[in-house]
């Protein structure tokens, strides 16, 4: 099983995108347990994580986007999300989701994200 994060476009500073990793072959029982996390990774740099999620609801973020993103899931559709607001140029990357289960990580293919000013 691979993910497939979307959403990414190009927007201005101060725009908003919604990223989404659907994860339907994840069987049920093991999504709605699972650690749901969003990374990003800019040119020349790590992947850094700036949201996760635990099964229990509980959520951290980086502290760059605290307060400008939001990560939530979606445990019928099986889908992670993650609602960028008041983006900065500093937020381009390519973000990719990231879903942790008792029995295997899964990474998703990245969306890139592009924030000019």
């Known amino acids: 099983v691979q993910l497939q994060a979307s959403g990414g476009g190009s927007v201005q500073a101060g725009g908003s995108l919604k990223l989404s990793c659907p994860a339907r072959?994840?069987?049920?029982?093991?999504?709605?347990?699972?650690?749901m996390a969003w990374y990003r990774q800019a040119p020349g740099k790590q992947r850094d994580m700036v949201a996760q999620?635990?099964?229990?609801?509980?959520?951290t973020y980086e502290d760059s986007v605290k307060g400008r993103f939001t990560i939530s899931r979606d445990n019928a559709k099986r889908a992670v999300y993650l609602q960028m607001n008041s983006l900065e140029p500093e937020d381009t990357a390519v973000y990719y989701c990231?879903?942790?289960?008792?029995?295997?990580?899964?990474w998703g293919r990245g969306t890139q994200v592009t924030v000019s000013s």
């Open positions: 990231n879903i942790g289960t008792s029995s295997r990580d899964y």
């Open positions: 072959r994840i069987i049920l029982s093991e999504f709605v347990r699972s650690r």
């Open positions: 999620m635990i099964s229990g609801g509980s959520t």
